[in-house]
Nanobody, 121 residues
Framework: VQLQAFGGGLVQAGDSLTLSCAAS????????MGWFRQAPGKERQFVAA????????YYADSVKGRFTISRDNAKNTAYLQMNSLQPEDTAVYYC???????????????WGQGTEVTVSS
């Protein structure tokens, strides 16, 4: 499966942004989906994950209550709605697909190319 993440940009603190992850090659409904981010000079970190059906979601503590992961299997797309963005959310955001939704990046076999989010104070 090929993944393409898009929707990043430059926003101000407190703004909202929605990232999309479009899948092709195989139906995304067969995979758990996750979002990760990597800030300059830091390791990639888990942001959110969603089960194949979309019924269950998981979040890093740093984004819980502000970010919402969702998916539309009919559109072969996953989303990350980000509200109340803060400068510390600045990073390149990656979507990933794997057998199960998890915070362990090693469990994902497919990755998108990343989309950059910059939050100014």
């Amino acid at each position: 499966v090929q993944l393409q993440a898009f929707g990043g940009g430059l926003v101000q603190a407190g703004d909202s942004l929605t990232l999309s992850c479009a899948a092709s090659g195989r139906h995304v409904g067969t995979y758990g989906m996750g979002w990760f981010r990597q800030a300059p000079g830091k390791e990639r970190q888990f942001v959110a994950a969603v089960t194949r059906s979309g019924a269950s979601t998981y979040y890093a503590d740093s984004v819980k209550g502000r970010f919402t992961i969702s998916r539309d299997n009919a559109k072969n797309t996953a989303y990350l709605q980000m509200n109340s963005l803060q400068p510390e959310d600045t990073a390149v955001y990656y979507c990933a697909a794997g057998p199960l939704p998890t915070g362990d990046s090693r469990r994902y076999g497919y990755w998108g190319q990343g989309t950059e989010v910059t939050v100014s104070s």
